[in-house]
């Protein structure tokens, strides 16, 4: 079974334009974490949030965590071709089993 | 530092055939988890572990699945016999276990059952 849902499913953008993506989930969490996962490949970590925090940054990657209306969100801003990949959400609700939603695949265009 | 290492990279296999994949983990993890997904889905729990004991199996078709962790090290996931519909990429991932701690992925065996 999946928790997260991610949106938008595709995002298509320009390099130097800023993607968001958002994530909605159902059960409290201990944290929400967000992979990317480029085609062929494993997942790679990019950030985690703790449920008692509402944003974190890094690099070029801001994240926030509403736990109240369960959602997080992705920004990647400035974004280049090498961040075409699929990216998703993964929660963990305190037993160190990280579920996943179903993904945003997001293009960037040269 | 080597990352999660997984083998094989692909698998063909005829439908009623068993299959094995194996996964080593990054050393010093404690918790290993196998993962499935399937095209264009995210990936979905099979078992995880913590050292050599199944803390969450809940999610694995035992009438078909098995898995091992012999020695709390590496691990091997197995299905027999294999299905058409077991058609995706096994991940293995690990971490150090505990609160707030990240998983480390394998490059995924992907499967193609005929």
């Known amino acids: 079974s999946q928790q997260g849902e991610e949106d938008p499913q595709a995002l298509s953008i320009q390099e130097g334009e800023n993607a968001t993506m958002n994530c909605s989930y159902k059960?409290?969490?201990?944290?929400l974490q967000w992979y990317r996962q480029n085609s062929g490949r494993g997942l790679v970590h990019l950030i985690l949030i703790r449920s008692n925090e509402r944003e974190k940054h890094s690099g070029r990657l801001r994240v926030t965590l509403d736990t109240s209306k369960k959602s997080s969100s992705l920004l990647i801003t400035a974004s280049r071709a090498a961040d075409t990949a699929s990216y998703f959400c993964a929660t963990d609700a305190g037993y160190s089993t990280l579920t996943f939603g179903k993904g945003t695949m997001l293009l960037v265009s040269p | 530092e080597a990352g999660v290492v997984q083998s094989p990279r692909y698998k063909i296999i005829e439908k009623k055939q068993p299959v094995a994949f194996w996964c080593n983990p990054i050393?010093?993890?404690?918790?290993l988890y196998w993962y499935l997904q399937n095209l264009g889905q995210g990936p979905e729990l099979l078992i995880r572990?913590?050292?050599?004991?199944?803390?969450?199996d809940s999610q694995l078709p035992k009438d078909r699945f098995s898995a091992e962790r012999l020695k709390g090290v590496d691990s091997t996931l197995k299905i027999q016999p294999a299905e058409l519909g077991d058609s995706a990429v096994y991940l293995c991932?690990?971490?150090?276990?505990?609160?707030?701690?990240?998983?480390?992925f394998g490059q995924g065996t992907r499967l193609t059952v005929v």
């Open positions: 050393s010093g993890h404690n918790t």
């Open positions: 572990y913590e050292n050599e004991e199944a803390v969450d």
């Open positions: 059960t409290s969490i201990n944290n």
């Open positions: 991932a690990s971490s150090t276990g505990g609160r707030n701690t990240e998983a480390f």
